[in-house]
């Protein structure tokens, strides 16, 4: 399997919908309802890129998964601190692109100078079919540690669900605190596209 990460374009939005809909529809992992299309995800690549990197995992021509950044709660001094959201094609889950996306992910915001990740994950009472402990499992194995559970926050598909925050240290909270720069005023030299 030759894989590449790389930067998200606008003319993946149509795959990035396919694949966050199959988790709206089938599962809980997240709690929207409803499917969003590939103008709303347009719309979303545009306004992470803004300021926060946003990347792709490709198989040959297909796209596999995807992870983005964007702000933490969104007061200004939480700003050193970042949200990531991660979402793989459920045909190549264990495969180690989740890690893959979240590594370059990391690398991009410690660039940045973002010091703290989080994210925002549903955790059931019993796995199932809907929603399994595997967000949390593959999150422990990235370095995140539990730092905050809300109890039976989100209904979905007829059951109640938690929800719980992971952070993560990326950068050294003990140097000068120096402004956060926006991922496209760093990227071109750190990772320049192949």
């Given at each position: 399997?030759?894989?590449?990460?790389?930067?998200?374009?606008?003319?993946?939005?149509?795959?990035?919908?396919?694949?966050?809909?199959?988790?709206?529809?089938?599962?809980?992992v997240t709690f929207d309802e409803r499917e969003f299309g590939t103008s709303w995800f347009l719309e979303k690549i545009r306004k992470v890129q803004?300021?926060?990197?946003?990347?792709?995992?490709?198989?040959?021509d297909t796209i596999v998964g995807y992870a983005y950044a964007g702000p933490f709660v969104g007061r200004d001094a939480y700003r050193w601190s970042?949200?990531?959201?991660?979402?793989?094609?459920?045909?190549?889950?264990?495969?180690?692109?989740?890690?893959?996306?979240?590594?370059?992910?990391?690398?991009?915001?410690?660039?940045?100078?973002?010091?703290?990740?989080?994210?925002?994950?549903?955790?059931?009472?019993?796995?199932?079919?809907?929603?399994?402990?595997?967000?949390?499992?593959?999150?422990?194995?990235?370095?995140?540690?539990?730092?905050?559970?809300?109890?039976?926050?989100?209904?979905?598909?007829?059951?109640?669900?938690?929800?719980?925050?992971?952070?993560?240290?990326?950068?050294?909270?003990?140097?000068?605190?120096?402004?956060?720069?926006?991922?496209?005023?760093?990227?071109?030299?750190?990772?320049?596209?192949?």
């Open positions: 399997m030759e894989l590449q990460i790389r930067q998200v374009r606008e003319s993946d939005a149509a795959a990035l919908s396919l694949i966050y809909g199959h988790y709206v529809r089938e599962t809980a803004q300021f926060y990197p946003f990347f792709v995992a490709q198989s040959g970042a949200e990531l959201t991660i979402y793989l094609h459920p045909d190549w889950i264990h495969k180690e692109i989740g890690t893959s996306l979240y590594r370059k992910l990391e690398d991009a915001l410690e660039l940045m100078g973002i010091r703290t990740a989080y994210a925002c994950i549903a955790v059931p009472d019993e796995e199932d079919a809907i929603l399994t402990d595997a967000s949390r499992r593959f999150h422990l194995h990235n370095g995140f540690q539990a730092v905050g559970f809300f109890s039976r926050c989100a209904y979905k598909f007829g059951r109640w669900y938690h929800m719980a925050w992971m952070g993560k240290r990326i950068g050294d909270w003990e140097r000068p605190m120096e402004e956060v720069r926006p991922y496209a005023s760093v990227s071109a030299l750190q990772f320049p596209e192949k």
